[in-house]
């Protein structure tokens, strides 16, 4: 640690951001330094922004590596447009009442209910007593695990998830990075105000991880990367295998007859019917969805008036859209098939699936073989002598 020996004017005392995106392993270990506290009391804020001007699918742990002690209040931030609005991703405080009114919880008190929920833990606060751990996460896998089981095993399960489910697709999914970084690590003691030079941050490593390979980008600091570099992190709607870098910005190598920088829409000669992401499902190969040539005609769709989902409606349309990826979602694990049907679970039926199948059979939803409970001995024999009293006194009148 230089402490106050860094000079950003002086090349062997700088420490600038590109130091925290460069090649590890390097004696000694490079790094990005901040300015030190000398303003104490004054919050010494520094914003650290990641950008990729493109849409990127988190498929593994994010992993900052501090060389100071690991800051003692922190907020990951996540951006789904490019920067515009952003919302917090994870709290991080040695004590998450104090800090940020938040009871302090772990990745471990998630379930597949609470998933999306926002957290503050103080797992990676710790500073200068755990002198050792320098690394702050923000744990992709464990949410991960919560549907694929703790060893990953299950991931039809996830991708199952992933497939029906947007809200836990975007949690996954951003454009933009940002660390807040709002007070260094101080130690067990008061702050030393005639040793202020001794509080900064240091980060030596940033990595946000895609499959199989990862890629990191600062606002502050572009890596310099060759036409054909694979980048597998990127969100494509499962329309590519792969992103480049084409004339400085990350795009995808779209296939199925897609186009676009997240291959969201049809070629224009491949607009036989319309656009869809791919799907995970059925597992293990999935549903490519790919875009059909004009002159096949476009996918007409039967005329439909939706009784049972007040909010959709697509009678009278010669190309309804009765499901899709986005708003008309199979419900109950159903799949769409091509935006024009349904397929559903053996224990369901309707349009959208929406139908338990034991409506229609005999006695209904309430009958021996529903599995619906019925009601004990005593009440059932009220229930029947009320029916009883009552179809006798309509006979009487």
């Known amino acids: 640690m230089c402490n106050n020996e860094c000079d950003a004017n002086t090349e062997e005392l700088a420490h600038p951001p590109k130091l925290m995106f460069?090649?590890?392993?390097?004696?000694?270990?490079?790094?990005w330094q901040s300015t030190s506290w000398q303003k104490y009391p004054k919050a010494l804020l520094v914003n650290i922004t990641l950008s990729w001007n493109k849409t990127i699918e988190?498929?593994?742990?994010?992993?900052?590596?501090?060389?100071?002690g690991r800051p003692e209040q922190m907020v990951l931030e996540k951006s789904l447009d490019y920067g515009r609005t952003w919302q917090p991703y994870q709290f991080y405080a040695t004590d998450c009442l104090?800090?940020?009114?938040?009871?302090?919880?772990?990745?471990?008190d998630l379930t597949q209910h609470t998933l999306l929920d926002i957290i503050c833990t103080e797992d990676y606060s710790r500073g200068y007593v755990w002198k050792y751990d320098k690394t702050v996460r923000f744990e992709i896998k464990d949410r991960f695990a919560l549907f694929a089981g703790p060893r990953l095993h299950n991931m039809a399960s996830l991708y199952g998830q992933l497939d029906t489910t947007k809200n836990l697709r975007d949690f996954f999914t951003i454009t933009d990075l940002r660390i807040r970084l709002l007070r260094p690590a101080t130690g067990a003691t008061m702050v030393d105000e005639d040793k202020l030079t001794r509080y900064f941050y240091a980060i030596s490593d940033i990595k946000v991880h895609g499959r199989p390979e990862e890629w990191t980008e600062s606002r502050d600091m572009r890596r310099k990367a060759t036409s054909d570099m694979k980048i597998l992190s990127c969100k494509c709607n499962l329309h590519a295998n792969s992103c480049v870098f084409?004339?400085?910005?990350?795009?995808?190598?779209?296939?199925?007859?897609?186009?676009?920088p997240d291959c969201g829409r049809c070629k224009k000669s491949y607009q036989g019917r319309a656009w869809s992401?791919?799907?995970?499902?059925?597992?293990p190969k999935g549903t490519a969805n790919i875009c059909i040539p004009n002159n096949i005609g476009p996918v007409i769709a039967p005329q439909v008036a939706l009784s049972t989902a007040p909010s959709v409606h697509v009678a009278n349309s010669k190309r309804a859209r009765v499901?899709?990826?986005?708003?008309?979602?199979c419900q109950n694990g159903g799949v769409c098939v091509n935006n024009v049907r349904c397929s559903c679970p053996s224990d369901y039926s309707g349009l959208l699936c929406e139908k338990s199948r034991c409506e229609a059979e005999l006695g209904g939803c309430q009958g021996p073989d529903s599995g619906a409970a019925l009601p004990p001995p005593p009440l059932r024999l009220l229930l029947l002598l009320l029916g009883s009293a009552l179809l006798g006194g309509a006979s009487a009148l």
């Open 22 to 31: 460069d090649i590890e392993g390097r004696n000694p270990t490079t790094f």
């Open 58 to 68: 988190l498929t593994d742990d994010i992993v900052l590596t501090f060389e100071s």
């Open 98 to 108: 104090d800090a940020f009114t938040m009871e302090p919880k772990t990745v471990q």
């Open 246 to 260: 084409d004339k400085e910005k990350l795009g995808c190598e779209c296939e199925h007859n897609t186009t676009g």
């Open 277 to 283: 992401s791919g799907s995970y499902l059925p597992i």
């Open 323 to 329: 499901c899709d990826n986005e708003l008309l979602r």
